[in-house]
Structures are given as structure tokens and as C-alpha cells.
């Protein structure tokens, strides 16, 4: 009832597609990010869901209602689709305080005072702003900001959420507490959340399932594990940085190129591989070492620290190689 | 960007209102006046003789000579302005909040001088026998009536556009740009020409256009100046053929219509200069350039502040304060020749003073308000809902800029005192509102336009998403925050109607003055001083409006 | 918002006035005060509510022209007799001999405009100029006027054009050998009456050439330091026709409006703006036509020949 189902989405502007034939289904209460280079359209996808812009062709059908239909001339348009929807950059309203923020989409549905009243102070309750409520917006962090538009989309208790790069204009800390938070409401709501991002962290902080896009397609979906753990082709693979991507010949297949998890790599002097290392981080309590192996760059991790010029040998675990087309 | 609803409901609709208050506003008398220019004699509704006329005014010598005078003086205006106003405008940038808010008022003053009164109060200030003359003994007549003369004296009341235009952009704009150009180890004149320069030019290129179309329009200075020295331009020419014997209507519509093709052309230049420059400033560089702490820079600041504002607003200010406080014009500066009676004439019981400016002030008022509002539509029709016809729009919006206030006239008369319009506006005030509406709009949709563009589009689409309509956006959300730069478009509309002369005087409806055709008739025919009186009285009142409106609009908005 | 939409409602409504009814429409050149007193009076006198549109010559013809596809004006009155000439050559002017007119002199009236006053043309000296006061036109030739004359523009004022062609008519060659002279002699020519009163004011310049008398006779009653001068080689009148156009759809009224200007009321007010008056049986407050000697021309054979007179004019100013 309330999943989200997208049929043959199509959309360019001018001589450009920027979607083509997108089909796309999101079961409720589940959380799928759409996950892509820039200018692979699924910020167009995500504003067609929304009602900001209109297909070409398709259908959206979303809360057990159909948004769009273009070939019985069916647009919803956004104001009457009772989403949440959180901007990249807040979309705060500038000249209303925090409360009136979240109050907003509330009065558009003509609740009585009282009720408006009661369920502002609950979400501001939710994100933790009570005590910012009769702020104007440009007093807060980025951080309370994100919080209050992300109060606001929720305010009018919808059943479908939509978010635009919610973390991206975060620092590091705070996408990732932000992040769990988002989780965690979305969840006890039991909200159908779709996220859009170029951001492979923040998808993989948010997901349940990710929708990988290329050029106006749906290139791959699935669970981040099984998405990052089974890239279909190169180009996924390297998009996600799901591991390091070596020539078959090596381990004496026929497929050109293979991804070798980043944990099946490991150094080993009883190893087959030689390499030299080139540069070495220490990165959340391991060591990030790259190496060159036979005019290829792996990506290691170890627990000893290794020198840049070291030579070092490699062993990897042939069950985590995979073979990739493309 | 692609923001378009195309299946709303409401969209459709405001495009179309937009769309059909332009036309009615400013596109029925357009019309009138190039189908005149075709039709010479369409103002019996006969369509007899097309093109007759056209040839005979295009190839007359005359028009060349003024074509090339009016280019002239509008590029001299246009780059004088400019360069006053910016060198003011990097200093404003760099101001106190307070000291800032005390300069612009001080240079909102040029806007409330009519720009025949400042031409008559330079006169009386520099020519033989002048007010200079009678002070300190010398005069400056030779080049007051001079080609320099004419652009000074326009430029001096003009250039406030480009400033306000600049400071504005430069205050979006902020200091970071430049601190990080600094960083990079650029000097102050370097950071000037290779950062600062190029972003502050889009605003100043069209504020620069405005002032280069109203000085093609700009008729008052032309002919109390330019007659002195055989200075003809495009706008005295055409009023020339409206006014004086034998009367040539047609003749004055050809003219206008070549006025419309010069603005088109300027119109198209700015575009295309816009379209080159024209850059997205960062959200987060709003940070606004922190006020400046070296002394002395804050002294020579004032020091030019000081020197622009006693040349631009006190020197012409002065000079119509004299000749009001003045018995005879042939007394001079002298103290036997100060009185009260120019006072007295205007406030004398059944004078028809009073009544002049409240007809002025009522109109002012209404045209301020609703020029707001439609510039507010059409604006947000201009930048949110573009399509397809948004170019023509857009020029249907700057077009009155370059009209003759005359022709605006003639136009409204020719399409408003048809016999089958079951109501007109004709013969009644409201063909006056209606001429400043067509006039004024240019302001506040010029305003409007560059203000919203400024505005992200996540906050409308926030408010439809929440479950607001297009009226609800533009009442919750954008009116609220535009509402200051509508204020200030309201106020130059304000001023600049107060003083509206040449449709005044072709429009007004049997029995009624403005002050504008008050002050006209007493320079006409009856005293200068009197008239030098009324005009210092309004523009007074008019400051004393702007400052009230200013301060309650302040109350409202933070 | 709403404070806003309000206002703007009551602003509307406040202008909104009731177009006018069945009253008789007149359109006047200047001075004001006659003109309104004209209407006032007739409105008292005979009932008929007069709606007056006053201005300058210029913009009372444009506005006539400009509303010709549906005519609002009865009765004009001009301060050029060439609106005249060419209304009625265009055969736009209603025939009428009000029975009032008959004291009026016969080159001032013909069958469909009459004179409902007149102005001469003068020289105005500005008494605290240390120069001498002129007498005669030719005068303002000599060295000691140089840079101290100014003139109104004929293309720009219809009293000025009069002027010139009435010396032209008078004195030929002669005329024209004048202006030259007057250019040489550094002789502004600018604009309208007003530009070249005003100079002479405001004692930037000292005498004006060409001055519309009563004017200039209204400022020195309001104490300016000036003199107005008949020059004693003759000047022309610039006569103020007043006409009923044949659109108008009420001539009846039309018809009483003239005689009234034309009465024995009508012409006192006339007379009390410092005008002469149309009749020559009603006393002037000023020089009359017994003291002005006045040049008389062919003012239609004039009006045809104005374009080219004009042009000469300003090829000579030129120089």
C-alpha cells in the first residue's frame, strides 16, 4: 500500500535524455538511495517522484494513489502528494522561526492551532531542537538546520519521505550521527524513504537497498552488501570502489578484468604476488597501504604498519575473486 | 534550470494574467503608437495612406543629427554614472551598517528632484549672474550649456541607480572573492579589475541600461539645457512634432518607433553582455564584507561621500530653496528679496496647490502599490515559470523605459478614447494611474526579477511539497522575503510619479492638476518662484513618505 | 498583505471619479485663472457645466488630434491663430457669428474663428541691467546689447512666429538683414516664451526680443524689476482665436459658450489677465489699440508660408 512503483520513466530536455525507460520499485517501509555520478539523472527522478517536474512519459504511483500517468493525463502535482521531502541546502524559509518552519506544511492542511501546536513541539522533540524552536533559521548549525528541515518533512506525517543529498553539506561526524538518526526515525515510523546521492558512504549509512544509476538507467539494485560485494560490470565496480580490479590473466582466467575483495588481499611472504608498496595511511585502526603489482595499483589493508619502497609479497583468497563483464 | 509545473493549474493562469496586465499596460499603447506611425491617419480610424509618412520622416536630416546626439549623450551619461557611482559603491560595501542606511537615503534625494527642476536649479546656481555669481564672482555658464554640461547634470541624477544597483550586488557578493583573490596574492587594484569587477558587472550593466534608455527618453534637461547650445536629440525632436504648430502626430509616431528599435538593440547588448558574465554567486558567500577599521580610509570615505552628496543633492537642493524663499527672480540673493510669499501663494485658501498634491500623492500612492504588485507577478511569472514567450515579457517590461512620456500618452489616448469600450478609463484619473503604471513598471519588475533569481528554488519547492500552491508560495514565502526589495521599488515608483510631468499634462482629465502640471504653469506663465516653491514642498513630502514608509517597512521586516 | 490589497482598493476608488456627464467640453491655453473664471462664470450664468481642460497650445492641439476617433472637445481656444488657420482650412471649425462679436475688428474674426483676445509682442528690459533701455526692434542690434537679447523660438512659440512674419511682411529683406544682425550681435534663441523671459529675470540676459506682453506685464505687477517696451517701429498682436468644432454634438451650447466670452463679461475677464480684449468697445488695463501701432499681414497667406519662413529663420540663427 505504500510502496512506490515507477513504470517506463522518460525525460529530456531538449536533445538530452536525461531518463530512460526507468522502472523502478520501492517496497513500503523500506529506505532505497539512488546512487549515481552527477548528471545521471536521479535528481530528475527524484523531483518526477516529488511532482517538481513532470515525465515525458510513465507512470508514478505512490500511497495507493496514482501521482502520474501521462497517458490518461494523470499529474498530481507536488502540493497534493503529501510527501516529505529534505533539500540538499535545507530549503529553510528565511524569514519564519524554526517553529513556524516546521508549522508550515501543517497549516496547509488547515489543522486546528492546538494540533499544529502539539505536533510541532513532538518533532522538534524527535530531532532534538525544542529548545531552538523560536530561532530564525540562520542562528543555527548546519547540522540543527538539516534537523529542522528534516522535522519540517515530517511534520505532516508522511507515509513517503524524499531525500536530496541530505548529508552532503555535512562535516564528517555529523553525516555519520545525522545519518543513524535518520535511520532510526525512519525506521520507527516505518516510513518508504527514497534518497538521492553521489555519495557511496552516505548510501551505505542509509540503505536498505540501493539503486545504482548510470545515464539515465537503473544500472544495478540491491542490498548495499550484495550491491558492493557483486558489482555487475566494471563500471559499477569502479564507481563503488567495491575492491580492486585486476586482469583475469593473473589468476589465469579468460575474463579480462576481476574484483578482488579488499580483504581477500593480504600480505603474505608465502604470497604469488610481488608488489612494491607506494604509499601507506593509517585509516580507523588499520593500515591502508597501496601497492603495484605488474603495472596494477591494490588497495590493502594490514595491521602492521608497511614503508613506501618496501617490497612486499601478496596472497590473495581466489574465492573472492569474481569475474566482470564490461 | 527546469523548474516548469506544466501540469498545474495555476501556472497557466498566472502566466496568462501576467501576460494580459502587460499588454493592457504597456503593450495596447505601444501598438497604437506603431500602428499611428504606419496609419497616419488611423487616429480617424482610417486606414488610408500606409507608409506615407514613414520615408519622409526617416530620410529627414534632422533625425540623423539627433539620432547621433541622443547615442552620444546616452553613452556619455551612462559612462559618467557609472563611474561615479562605482568607485561609491566599493566604499558603501565596506560600511557600518548605519553609516550605510544614511547614505542611501542621502542619494534617494536625486530621484525627488525632477529632473527640469535640477536642470532650472543648476541654471540659477551657474549661469551670468547666477546664484555663484552673486556669492563668489564668478560663473560657469560656457560650460554649463555645453555638451559636458548636459551629461554632467544628467549623470549627477541618474547615477543613484547604478549605485544602489552595485552596492547591492557588491553586498551579495561579499568580501570572501576578494580575501581569497588577496590570499592568492593578488593587490588590491589587481583584485579589483580581475574578481571584483567581473561579478559586480552584471548589475552594473543593467542598471547601466536603465540609465542609458531613461537618458534616451529624458526630456526635460535636453530642452531647458540642450535649446541653449542647438543640442537636438531624438526626444525633443519628437516633442517638437507633438507640440508645435502644425501639430504631426504620425510624424512624432515614427520617431517614437525608432526610439523602440534604439531601446530593442540597447535592450539586446545588455543581454548578451549579461549572458557572458553572469555567474552563480556561491550560497555560503553571503558572508557581507565586514566594516572596514582603518581610519583612514573611513575618513577619505566620508570625505567622498561627503564631496558626491554636497555636488548631487545639496548644491541643486540649495538653489531651489533659494528662488522659493525669493520675492522677484530679479531681486537675486539678497535679503531684502527674502519672503514667504511664494509659500503663501501655494498654500493660499483656494489655492489649487493643495488639491494638486493630493491628486499627486493619491496617484503616487496607488501607482507605488500596484506597480509593486504587478512587478511581484511578473516577476515571479519571469523567473520561476519560464517558457517560451518569457523573452517578450521580459522586453514588454522594459519597454515604456524608452518611450517619450508623450508618445505613452498619445498611445493611451488613441487606445483608451475608442468609441466602443463600454467603460474607459479616459477622462478620468484612472488614464493617469494607468500612464504611470506604464511608465513605472520597469523598476519594481526589474528589482523583483534580479532579487528572486537570487533566491534558491529549494524554498518554493520546500512550500509545495508541504502542500502549498503557487498563490501560497508567492504569499507565504516569497512575498515575505522580497517584501523589502518591493518596499524600495515602491518607493522610487512614489517618487519618480510625484513628479510625473508629460503625461500630466496631455492626460489629465478637465479640472485636475498634479504638481507636476501646477509647477509647469507657474513656470509657464506664471512665477518661477512659485513653482520653485511647490517643488520644494514635494520633494519634502515625498522624502518625508519615503522615510515614514521606510522606517514602518523596517519595523515589519527585521 | 492583505493591508495591501486594501489600500490599493480604497486608492482606486478614491480616483475613480464618475465620467463626466452631458456638460459642454472646452479646451484653453493659458493663463489659468481666465480660463477658469471663464468656465465659472458661464456655469453661473447659464446653467451649462463647463468641463475645462487647460494648457499650452501644443498640448491642447495634440490632445485634439490624438482623440479624433471619437472627438471630446466643442469649443477650443487657442493662443495661435495658425490652429486656427489650419483647423479651418481642414474644414474641422463650425461656422458662427455670435451677435456679440461685432466691435471685434474685421482682421481679427473671420466666419468661423473670432478673437477672443489678444497679446502684442514687446521688448521686456531688465531694469537693473546697467544698459540702456531700447526703443526700437533695430536697437538690440548695437554693440552694447551683445549677449544680452533674448528671443523665443519661432519654431517653439506661435506669438514669435507672428512676429517674425509680420516683419518679414513689413519690411522685407530688411527683416531678415535684422536677425542676422541680432545672431551676430550674440542673440539666444531658446524654446518657448518662458526660456527667453526667464534669462531676462533672473538677470542673465537683459531684454527680450519678442516678448508676449501681458505676461511680462503680470510679472512686474508681481514686483520684478523689468519694463515692458512697445518698440516704436511697430509690433505684430497675437490674437486668440476661439472656435466650435464641427464634431462637436452640442453646438447650442457651444454657440452660448462664445457669446459669453465674447459678451460684456466674458471680454472684463479678458481684460483682467492684462489681455486686450477681442472688442475694441471694451477699456483694456493695459495699452490699447489706439497705442500700439500695430503692423497687420496676411496671417492665412503666413500660415502657408510658415514651414519655409521657419527654416530661413533657423538657417540664419544658424550662422
Known amino acids: 500500500m505504500n510502496s512506490l512503483n ?26 532505497v538511495t539512488l546512487l549515481g555520478p552527477s548528471g545521471c539523472g536521479k535528481t530528475t527522478l527524484l523531483r518526477i517522484i516529488a511532482g517538481l517536474d513532470a515525465p515525458d512519459s510513465g507512470t508514478v504511483h505512490g500511497r495507493g494513489m496514482t501521482f502520474v500517468d501521462t497517458q490518461a493525463g494523470i499529474f498530481i502535482p507536488p502540493q497534493a502528494r503529501e510527501l516529505g521531502y529534505v533539500f540538499q541546502d535545507y530549503g529553510l524559509w528565511p524569514h519564519l522561526t524554526v517553529a513556524e518552519n516546521v508549522a508550515f506544511p501543517l497549516q496547509m492542511r488547515a489543522m486546528a492551532k492546538a494540533d499544529i501546536r502539539e505536533r510541532v513541539t513532538e518533532v522538534l522533540g524527535a530531532v532534538q531542537l525544542l529548545n531552538h524552536a523560536d530561532k530564525r533559521p540562520e542562528k543555527l548549525s548546519g547540522g540543527q538546520k538539516q534537523r529542522v528541515s528534516i522535522a519540517r518533512a515530517l511534520a505532516g506525517k508522511p507515509s513517503l519521505m524524499l531525500f536530496d543529498e541530505p548529508l552532503s553539506n555535512l562535516d564528517a561526524n555529523l553525516r555519520e550521527e545525522l545519518g543513524y538518526e535518520i535511520r532510526r526515525l525512519t525506521r520507527e515510523l516505518g516510513l518508504t524513504c527514497i534518497n538521492v546521492t553521489h555519495d557511496r558512504r552516505e548510501a551505505q549509512l542509509l540503505s536498505d537497498s540501493i539503486a545504482l544509476m548510470k545515464d539515465g538507467r537503473i544500472h544495478q539494485v540491491g542490498p548495499p552488501d550484495t550491491l558492493f560485494q557483486n558489482p555487475i560490470d566494471v ?85 573472492s575473486v569474481r569475474s566482470l563483464s564490461g | 534550470m527546469y523548474h516548469r509545473l506544466n501540469k498545474s493549474r495555476l501556472a497557466p493562469a498566472l502566466w496568462f494574467t501576467s501576460l494580459v496586465t502587460l499588454v493592457i499596460i504597456v503593450g495596447l499603447p505601444m501598438i497604437a503608437i506603431i500602428l499611428f506611425a504606419v496609419f497616419p491617419k488611423i487616429n480617424e480610424l482610417s486606414l488610408t495612406a500606409p507608409f506615407s509618412l514613414l520615408i519622409p520622416n526617416l530620410t529627414d536630416p534632422r533625425l540623423s543629427g539627433a539620432i547621433a546626439n541622443s547615442l552620444m549623450l546616452s553613452a556619455s551619461v551612462t559612462a559618467v554614472a557609472a563611474l561615479t557611482a562605482l568607485p561609491l559603491s566599493l566604499l558603501r560595501a565596506r560600511m557600518s551598517k548605519r553609516q550605510g542606511q544614511f547614505w542611501d537615503v542621502c542619494f534617494l534625494i536625486p530621484f525627488l528632484i525632477p529632473p527640469y527642476i535640477g536642470s532650472l536649479a543648476w541654471m540659477q546656481l551657474l549661469q551670468r549672474n547666477g546664484f555663484i555669481e552673486q556669492l563668489f564672482g564668478f560663473h560657469a555658464g560656457a560650460m554649463l550649456y555645453s555638451f559636458t554640461g548636459i551629461t554632467l547634470v544628467m549623470a549627477l541624477n541618474l547615477f543613484p541607480l547604478i549605485y544602489f544597483s552595485a552596492s547591492r550586488s557588491l553586498m551579495v557578493i561579499g568580501s570572501r572573492y576578494g580575501d581569497i583573490a588577496r590570499v592568492c596574492g593578488a593587490n588590491p587594484l589587481s583584485t579589483f579589475f580581475r574578481i571584483d569587477l567581473p561579478l559586480v558587472l552584471p548589475a552594473l550593466v543593467s542598471s547601466g541600461l536603465i540609465v542609458f534608455i531613461l537618458t534616451i527618453e529624458e526630456f526635460g534637461t535636453p530642452e531647458i539645457l540642450g535649446r541653449r547650445f542647438g543640442f537636438e536629440v531624438m526626444v525633443t525632436a519628437v516633442h517638437d512634432k507633438f507640440t508645435n504648430w502644425p501639430v504631426d502626430l504620425a510624424g512624432a509616431s515614427v520617431l517614437c518607433c525608432v526610439l523602440i528599435l534604439l531601446a530593442f538593440l540597447a535592450y539586446r547588448g545588455q543581454q548578451m553582455i549579461v549572458a557572458v558574465y553572469q555567474t552563480q554567486v556561491d550560497a555560503n558567500g553571503f558572508a557581507t564584507a565586514e566594516p572596514s577599521t582603518s581610519v583612514l580610509l573611513r575618513l577619505s570615505t566620508v570625505g567622498v561621500f561627503a564631496l558626491v552628496a554636497i555636488i548631487a543633492v545639496a548644491l541643486p537642493l540649495a538653489s531651489v530653496t533659494a528662488s522659493a524663499f525669493m520675492d522677484t527672480m530679479s531681486g537675486g540673493l539678497d535679503r531684502d528679496n527674502f519672503s514667504l510669499r511664494n509659500m503663501q501663494t501655494v498654500f493660499a485658501p483656494g489655492s489649487d496647490a493643495i488639491n494638486a498634491i493630493l491628486t499627486s500623492l493619491s496617484l503616487a500612492i496607488a501607482a507605488a502599490l500596484l506597480t509593486a504588485l504587478i512587478g511581484f507577478l511578473v516577476a515571479f511569472t519571469l523567473v520561476r515559470l519560464p517558457s517560451r514567450g518569457t523573452a517578450m515579457l521580459d522586453f514588454l517590461s522594459i519597454l515604456p523605459n524608452s518611450i517619450p512620456g508623450m508618445a505613452v500618452a498619445v498611445g493611451l489616448i488613441l487606445t483608451w478614447n475608442l468609441p466602443f469600450w463600454p467603460v474607459t478609463p479616459y477622462n478620468t484619473l484612472l488614464i493617469l494611474l494607468l500612464a504611470y503604471l506604464c511608465l513605472m513598471l520597469p523598476y519594481p519588475i526589474r528589482m523583483l526579477t534580479t532579487a528572486l533569481r537570487q533566491l534558491p528554488t529549494s524554498l518554493d519547492h520546500a512550500a509545495y511539497v508541504a502542500g502549498a500552491n503557487e498563490i501560497t508560495v508567492i504569499r507565504r514565502i516569497l512575498a515575505p522575503l522580497l517584501a523589502p526589495v518591493a518596499f524600495a521599488a515602491g518607493f522610487i515608483v512614489f517618487a519618480i510619479s510625484t513628479r510625473e510631468l508629460v503625461t500630466s499634462l496631455m492626460l489629465s482629465p478637465p479640472g485636475v492638476e498634479t504638481v507636476a502640471t501646477f509647477v509647469f504653469r507657474q513656470f509657464d506663465q506664471g512665477s518661477m518662484n512659485v513653482g520653485m516653491a511647490m517643488s520644494l514642498l514635494t520633494i519634502l513630502l515625498s522624502a518625508v513618505v519615503i522615510g515614514a514608509g521606510q522606517r514602518l517597512a523596517g519595523r515589519t521586516f527585521r | 498583505m492583505k493591508t495591501v490589497i486594501v489600500a490599493t482598493t480604497l486608492a482606486l476608488g478614491l480616483l475613480s471619479q464618475a465620467a463626466f456627464a452631458d456638460t459642454l467640453v472646452v479646451y484653453s491655453a493659458g493663463p489659468k485663472p481666465l480660463a477658469m473664471g471663464l468656465a465659472k462664470e458661464f456655469e453661473a450664468k447659464t446653467g451649462i457645466k463647463v468641463d475645462m481642460f487647460q494648457s499650452t497650445a501644443g498640448k491642447i492641439m495634440a490632445r485634439y488630434q490624438a482623440e479624433k476617433a471619437n472627438p471630446q472637445v466643442d469649443v477650443m481656444i487657442s493662443a495661435a491663430w495658425g490652429d486656427a488657420i489650419t483647423l479651418d482650412q481642414a474644414g474641422e471649425l463650425a461656422a458662427y457669428a455670435s451677435p456679440e462679436s461685432a466691435n471685434v475688428p474685421a482682421f481679427l474674426k473671420t466666419p468661423t474663428y473670432v478673437a477672443q483676445g489678444a497679446a502684442a509682442l514687446t521688448m521686456v528690459y531688465n531694469t537693473k541691467s546697467k544698459m540702456p533701455a531700447p526703443t526700437s526692434w533695430a536697437d538690440l542690434t548695437k554693440p552694447e546689447y551683445r549677449d544680452q537679447v533674448t528671443m523665443p523660438d519661432p519654431a517653439s512659440s506661435g506669438s514669435a512666429l507672428t512676429l517674425m512674419q509680420g516683419l518679414v511682411t513689413k519690411n522685407g529683406d530688411a527683416a531678415w538683414d535684422l536677425f542676422a544682425k541680432l545672431n551676430a550681435n550674440g542673440m539666444l534663441v531658446a524654446g518657448a516664451n518662458a526660456a527667453a523671459l526667464n534669462p531676462v529675470l533672473q538677470g542673465e540676459r537683459s531684454v527680450v526680443f519678442g516678448a508676449v506682453d501681458y505676461i511680462a506685464m503680470g510679472q512686474k505687477a508681481k514686483g520684478e524689476s523689468i519694463e515692458v517696451i512697445y518698440p516704436t517701429d511697430g509690433t505684430v498682436l497675437a490674437p486668440r482665436p476661439i472656435m466650435i468644432l464641427k464634431s462637436s454634438k452640442r453646438q447650442d451650447a457651444a454657440k452660448q459658450f462664445v457669446d459669453f466670452v465674447m459678451s460684456d463679461a466674458g471680454q472684463k475677464l479678458v481684460a483682467n489677465v492684462l489681455l486686450l480684449p477681442g472688442r475694441t468697445d471694451i477699456p483694456a488695463k493695459r495699452p490699447g489699440f489706439s497705442e ?12 502657408a508660408n510658415a514651414a519655409a519662413d521657419k527654416a530661413k529663420f533657423a538657417t540664419i540663427m544658424a550662422k
Open chain 1, 6 to 31: 515507477l513504470h517506463g520513466i522518460q525525460k529530456s530536455f531538449g536533445q538530452t535524455d536525461v531518463l530512460v525507460d526507468v522502472d523502478l520499485t520501492v517496497e513500503a517501509g523500506t529506505f
Open chain 1, 235 to 319: 563500471w559499477a565496480a569502479t564507481f563503488l570502489d567495491a575492491g580492486n580490479l585486476l586482469p583475469g590473466a593473473l589468476f589465469g582466467l579468460d575474463t579480462p578484468t576481476v574484483l578482488v575483495g579488499r580483504s581477500a588481499a593480504t600480505v603474505d611472504p608465502t604470497g604469488t604476488l610481488h608488489g612494491l608498496v607506494t604509499a601507506t595511511l593509517y585509516i580507523d585502526d588499520r593500515y591502508e597501504s597501496l601497492i603495484q603489482v605488474e603495472g596494477h595499483q591494490l588497495k590493502v589493508f594490514t595491521a602492521t604498519r608497511l614503508n613506501p619502497g618496501d617490497s612486499v609479497c601478496l596472497r590473495i583468497d581466489t574465492r
Open chain 3, 292 to 303: 500700439l501701432s500695430i503692423i497687420e499681414f496676411d496671417e492665412v497667406a503666413g500660415a
